[in-house]
C-alpha cells in the first residue's frame, strides 16, 4: 500500500492506494476515508501519455503534463502536487519552466508579461477550447522570462506559451 498525499488546486487529499491486480492496472483506493476502484487502461504510461482512467467504472478523460504539475479533466485545468507520505524529502521541483498548451485552442487573453513575478497556481494564460475557458497556470513561483503567444492566437497542443525561471 502507498499512502499519497495529493494536492489538487490547494485542497490536499489523503490517497491509500493498493494494487489489485498482476499487471498494475488496478488499484483499490481510499481518498479521505472514501473507497473506490481506480483502473489505469496504460499502467506503464507516463503522466503525459495518460489520455484516460476509470474510476469505479465510470471513464474519465484526463491530460496532464510530463511532471505532473498539472492535469486538465472535465471541469477544467487544475494544479497538481503529489507527495509520497513514505519519503523523508520533499522531491525537489522537476520541470524547466516551460508551460505548454495542454489542448490545441485559442489564446483568449495574456495574463502577464517578461520579467513579472508569478506565483504557483497564478493565471499566467487565458485558453479558450471546447467552448471553456482554461486558465493556464504557473507551474511553480518564479519570474516570466517569455511570453510566446498573443491574444487571439490559435495554439496547438503542448505549444510553449510562456517560460517561468
Known amino acids: 500500500m502507498s499512502t499519497l498525499l495529493v494536492t489538487i488546486d490547494d485542497h490536499t487529499y489523503t490517497v ?15 481518498v479521505d476515508g472514501h473507497a ?4 489505469l487502461p496504460r499502467p506503464t504510461a507516463t503522466a503525459a501519455e495518460m489520455e484516460w482512467m476509470i474510476i469505479d467504472g465510470r471513464p474519465y478523460e484526463i491530460v496532464a503534463d510530463a511532471n505532473l504539475q498539472w ?9 497538481v ?7 523523508r524529502v520533499a522531491r525537489p521541483r522537476s520541470g524547466d519552466g516551460r508551460v505548454k498548451a495542454p489542448i490545441p485552442g ?13 506565483q504557483a497556481g497564478q493565471a499566467l494564460v487565458i485558453l479558450e477550447a471546447m467552448k471553456m475557458e482554461n ?12 511570453v510566446s503567444v ?4 490559435s495554439v496547438v497542443r503542448n505549444q510553449v506559451l510562456v517560460e517561468v525561471h
Open 16 to 30: 491509500e492506494l493498493t494494487p489489485t491486480s498482476r499487471g498494475g492496472e488496478t488499484f483499490d483506493a481510499i
Open 106 to 118: 485559442l489564446i483568449a487573453r495574456v495574463l502577464v508579461e517578461p520579467g513579472a513575478a508569478v
Open 150 to 153: 498573443t491574444g487571439g492566437q
Open 81 to 87: 502536487e503529489i507527495q509520497d507520505s513514505n519519503q
Open 71 to 79: 492535469l486538465h479533466a472535465y471541469d477544467g485545468l487544475h494544479t
Open 36 to 39: 473506490l476502484t481506480l483502473s
Open 135 to 146: 486558465e493556464i497556470r504557473a507551474p511553480f513561483d518564479g519570474v516570466v522570462g517569455s
